[in-house]
């Protein structure tokens, strides 16, 4: 992780100043402050734009902020999982991918499927071992990474592993969903491209579904082509309103991933060594907590009842908005076995945290000692 505030973009600004300032219109006496949302499936012949499936311009601020934060160039996708499918297509028939055993599920349900139907070998590791990780690495097509990992929250020596996953000549891709570029860049440590979940904290507000990828100029710009060309023949293309939505949504990032890191940082202390927890994960930065609670058997039904319980939290699955949201993980159909039955996961929103924790505190103590 890098959380470094000094760091400067390339436009010289600080990151925390980017988000608000980039993916405007130039500035001309009468132009509007913000960009406009084009809603139209073709353009008039003859110019730089051809379809709308191809090209929007309505994408285009948001891919050029997030790509600016990444340090690269940036596609954006209908969703996170779109994006993902986009990078899974650069593996070739046959191919192996190297990927963490507990990622989140949809990577791996993909994945699952892919090898079942012969397209693809997936290599599952851990990513908190790096032996173990190099040795599955031996002739891997992509290494798929993700740190902190969904749910677990492991976190992988991104630097490290790269290098490894490219003296194995293999294709290194980074899910940054849980970091977000503000405090971690996966491009500069090495990787040869980034994805998203845009839906979570880069739009900030539990209101749209968008991915993102964003390859290194330059030596990135082949791949770049190739995921470009996935998107427009796949045609998992972002509605105009809601790449509009996503930019409004980034403005805000930085003070909300300041506060929410906060407020999880608090709430990981005080749940550390409650009667009814019995581990509390968190990585030491995030916005993202997971617990796992003690109950009757393997105590499922007790962290299911701590999720029901809460008030102000929402039970309900997804994260990475202004809104605090837990949910018991293995309720989700494909969610990997390594995720403990009991273990809950909570996003962590920008709320009072005196008011978050009462809440919690009361859907826990309504578990009885
Ligand atoms: C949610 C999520 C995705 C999938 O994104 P969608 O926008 O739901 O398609 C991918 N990776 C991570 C880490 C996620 O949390």
Same mark, same amino acid.
């Given at each position: 992780?890098?959380?470094?505030?000094?760091?400067?973009?390339?436009s010289?600004?600080?990151?925390r100043?980017?988000?608000?300032?980039?993916?405007?219109?130039?500035?001309?006496?009468?132009?509007?402050?913000?960009?406009?949302?084009?809603?139209?499936?073709?353009?008039?012949?003859d110019?730089?734009?051809?379809?709308?499936?191809?090209?929007?311009?309505?994408?285009?601020?948001?891919?050029?902020a997030?790509?600016?934060?990444?340090?690269?160039?940036?596609?954006?996708?209908?969703?996170?999982?779109?994006?993902?499918?986009?990078?899974?297509?650069?593996?070739?028939?046959?191919?192996?991918?190297?990927?963490?055993?507990?990622?989140?599920?949809?990577?791996?349900?993909?994945?699952?499927?892919?090898?079942?139907?012969?397209?693809?070998?997936?290599? %599952?590791?851990?990513?908190?071992?790096?032996?173990?990780?190099?040795?599955?690495?031996?002739?891997?097509?992509?290494? %798929?990474?993700?740190?902190?990992?969904?749910?677990?929250?492991?976190?992988?020596?991104?630097?490290?592993?790269?290098?490894?996953?490219?003296?194995?000549?293999?294709?290194?891709a980074?899910?940054?969903?849980?970091?977000?570029?503000?405090?971690?860049?996966?491009?500069a440590?090495?990787?040869?491209?980034?994805?998203?979940?845009a839906?979570?904290?880069?739009?900030g507000?539990?209101?749209?579904?968008?991915?993102i990828?964003?390859?290194?100029?330059?030596?990135?710009?082949?791949?770049?082509?190739?995921?470009?060309?996935?998107?427009?023949?796949?045609?998992?293309?972002?509605?105009?309103?809601?790449? %509009?939505?996503?930019?409004?949504g980034l403005?805000?990032?930085?003070?909300?991933?300041?506060?929410?890191?906060?407020?999880?940082?608090?709430?990981?202390?005080?749940?550390?060594?409650?009667?009814?927890?019995?581990?509390?994960?968190?990585?030491?930065?995030?916005?993202v907590?997971?617990?796992?609670?003690?109950?009757?058997?393997?105590?499922?039904?007790?962290a299911?009842?701590?999720?029901?319980?809460?008030?102000? %939290?929402?039970?309900?699955?997804?994260?990475?908005?202004?809104?605090?949201?837990?949910?018991?993980?293995?309720?989700?159909?494909?969610?990997p076995?390594?995720?403990?039955?009991?273990?809950?996961?909570?996003?962590?929103?920008?709320?009072?945290?005196?008011?978050?924790?009462?809440?919690?505190?009361?859907?826990?103590?309504?578990?009885?000692?």
């Amino acid at each position: 992780m890098t959380e470094d505030h000094a760091r400067t973009t390339h436009s010289g600004l600080s990151p925390r100043t980017q988000v608000v300032a980039s993916g405007r219109p130039e500035r001309a006496p009468g132009a509007p402050l913000n960009p406009a949302v084009t809603f139209t499936s073709t353009y008039i012949a003859d110019g730089p734009a051809n379809y709308a499936r191809v090209d929007n311009p309505s994408w285009t601020p948001f891919e050029q902020a997030v790509g600016e934060l990444e340090g690269g160039d940036a596609l954006l996708y209908s969703s996170g999982m779109a994006a993902t499918t986009a990078v899974l297509s650069l593996v070739p028939v046959g191919g192996v991918v190297v990927a963490p055993a507990a990622a989140y599920n949809g990577l791996v349900s993909a994945l699952t499927d892919a090898d079942r139907e012969g397209r693809v070998h997936a290599r %599952w590791v851990d990513v908190t071992d790096e032996a173990q990780v190099t040795t599955a690495l031996e002739g891997a097509d992509l290494l %798929w990474l993700e740190s902190p990992t969904n749910p677990l929250l492991d976190v992988a020596d991104l630097a490290a592993l790269t290098r490894a996953g490219h003296e194995a000549g293999a294709l290194v891709a980074v899910d940054n969903t849980f970091a977000t570029p503000l405090l971690q860049r996966p491009l500069a440590d090495g990787a040869d491209v980034v994805v998203h979940s845009a839906t979570k904290y880069l739009s900030g507000h539990s209101d749209v579904i968008l991915g993102i990828t964003v390859t290194p100029p330059g030596a990135g710009e082949a791949l770049r082509q190739r995921l470009a060309r996935h998107r427009t023949l796949g045609g998992a293309i972002a509605g105009p309103m809601e790449a %509009w939505l996503a930019l409004r949504g980034l403005r805000t990032l930085a003070l909300r991933l300041e506060r929410s890191c906060a407020n999880a940082a608090e709430l990981a202390t005080r749940l550390e060594g409650h009667p009814r927890i019995s581990r509390v994960r968190y990585p030491g930065w995030g916005a993202v907590v997971s617990i796992e609670v003690v109950g009757d058997g393997d105590g499922a039904a007790a962290a299911e009842a701590v999720a029901a319980g809460t008030r102000l %939290w929402s039970n309900s699955t997804s994260l990475g908005g202004v809104e605090s949201q837990l949910e018991r993980r293995r309720r989700q159909p494909g969610e990997p076995e390594a995720v403990p039955v009991n273990l809950v996961r909570m996003s962590v929103g920008v709320e009072d945290v005196e008011d978050l924790w009462r809440d919690l505190e009361s859907s826990l103590a309504a578990l009885g000692s």
